[in-house]
């Protein structure tokens, strides 16, 4: 197995939080096998030696929430490309999204709801047919039937009927089925949401106590997690209190709400860039979206800074998640992590665990992935500017000097 040593860099431990300067990295195949002072590596038997003079090395980061077959043009006129496009066209254009983010360090992604047929594109980035991200996907969400109004031709409603259930039993088959398909974890909706159908409301729950408890049971005996969409205080509560692992979006949460959370260790995705949108959107994109649609962003923006200051305040721990493609193309997940320092308060530091260690742990991947220590896997990039000094040098690719992928750089 190839060795590779980087040599004499400064490495920012997720764990501490902060920059550890004049270390040294040995990576045998796809693993990292050995951190510490440069003076107590020895060298000799590399393969490859990269001098991280004046550099830093932090861990791959980490999306939790993306949509990859989508693109953000592809929002605009939803209906009619879902109906014009062939079912190939969905993994090829995720195979696309999916390398973008290895350019600007993002070497992990959850995806929270995409075609199914992006388990093979899972498989073919783990055989390395292509050089690609890991992923860990959702594939088809779970939703309510009645969540959302069927409407259109009759090709768009039987789209739409596959995606919402009725019942404990409808939902424990539905949580079978997406795990037969190759989901990792589940996604599902516990209240309505912006861009879902006319009558979606945001402020209604959608779930009944039993069939969400059956859901997350029925997740959980079969070795996965659920993640639920929620935008307001009823829907999170109780998706907190069904066993959820995490919370996505969570615009507007009551004190009690995040009590329950940090008690139960419910994860906060904030997705701050695609639900502030509204707010930076050019008059061109607001044209194009229905009015109760714009009327549900703006209600959303206007609530999610404050409510998740809150959350962060009081302890609910916080992993980095953007829902791209619906803020701009993707891979604007560097920008998720300015707006977790203008808008929730952190720092640098405390938005870079954001991006790494929390979401690992969102993941339940803590022990491989999200820092850098001997066993975990070499996902990692060297950087030749200081992040922690100003992490916007994270939204210029040229900060970025190789991506390495289990091991790997292009
Ligand atoms: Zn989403």
């Known amino acids: 197995m190839r060795n590779i040593a980087i040599k004499d860099i400064s490495i920012f431990d997720s764990a501490l939080g902060k920059m550890v300067e004049g270390q040294s990295v040995m990576v045998t195949g796809e693993s990292i ?18 001098d991280g003079t004046g550099k830093f090395l932090i861990p791959g980061m980490i999306d939790l929430h993306v949509h990859l077959s989508f693109t953000h043009s592809l929002m605009k006129n939803f ?21 973008e983010y290895l350019k600007y360090g993002f070497t992990t992604l959850r995806g929270c709801g995409s075609s199914k047929h992006l388990a093979s594109l899972k498989e073919a980035f783990n055989e390395g047919m292509f050089r690609g991200p890991r992923l860990k996907l959702a594939l088809r969400t779970i939703g309510q039937l009645g969540n959302q109004e069927l409407y259109g031709p009759q090709e768009w409603i039987d789209v739409s009927k596959t995606q ?33 159908g006319k009558e979606s409301d945001v402020n209604r729950t959608l779930w009944r106590e039993d069939e969400l408890k059956a859901m997350v049971s029925e997740t959980e005996r079969l070795g996965m997690y659920v993640a639920a969409h929620a935008h307001t205080d009823q829907g999170i509560r109780e998706a907190s209190l069904a066993g959820v692992r995490s919370i996505e979006h ?15 260790n419910t994860y906060l995705v904030p997705t701050q860039s695609a639900g502030t949108f ?31 200051k809150i959350a962060f305040e009081k302890g609910v721990i916080i992993g980095l998640g953007t829902d791209a493609p619906v803020a701009g193309e993707h891979c604007h ?30 993941m339940r991947m803590e022990e491989q992935i999200g820092n850098i220590r001997e066993g975990y896997s070499a996902d990692f990039s060297i950087v030749n500017k200081n992040p922690l000094e100003d992490i ?15 091991g790997n750089s292009a």
Not at 79 to 99: F, I, P
Not at 279 to 290: C, F, G, I, N, T
Not at 392 to 406: C, G, H, N, P, R
């Open 33 to 50: 096998t050995k951190v510490g002072d440069s003076s107590d590596i020895d060298s000799g038997s590399e393969d490859r030696v990269i």
């Open 392 to 406: 916007s040098v994270l939204s210029q690719e040229d900060t970025f000097e190789k991506v390495f992928i289990k």
């Open 278 to 308: 509204i707010d930076r959107a050019d008059e061109s994109v607001k044209k194009q979206l229905p009015p109760e649609v714009i009327k549900k962003w703006k209600f959303v923006s206007s609530k999610m800074v404050e409510s998740h």
């Open 164 to 196: 919402g259930v009725s019942g404990v039993e409808g939902v424990i088959a539905a949580v079978r089925e997406r795990k037969s398909e190759g989901s990792d974890h589940i996604k599902t909706t516990t209240t309505g949401g912006v861009l879902h």
């Open 333 to 362: 997940s560097p920008l998720e992590l300015q707006l977790m320092i203008r808008n929730v308060g952190m720092t640098p530091a405390q938005a870079l665990q954001a991006a790494t260690i929390n979401a690992a742990k969102v």
């Open 250 to 264: 969570g615009t507007m949460m009551s004190e009690e709400t995040i009590d329950e959370m940090v008690k139960r």
């Open 79 to 99: 209906e009619r490309e879902m109906l014009r496009r062939k079912d190939a066209w969905w993994a090829y254009t995720a195979l696309k999204n999916a390398q």
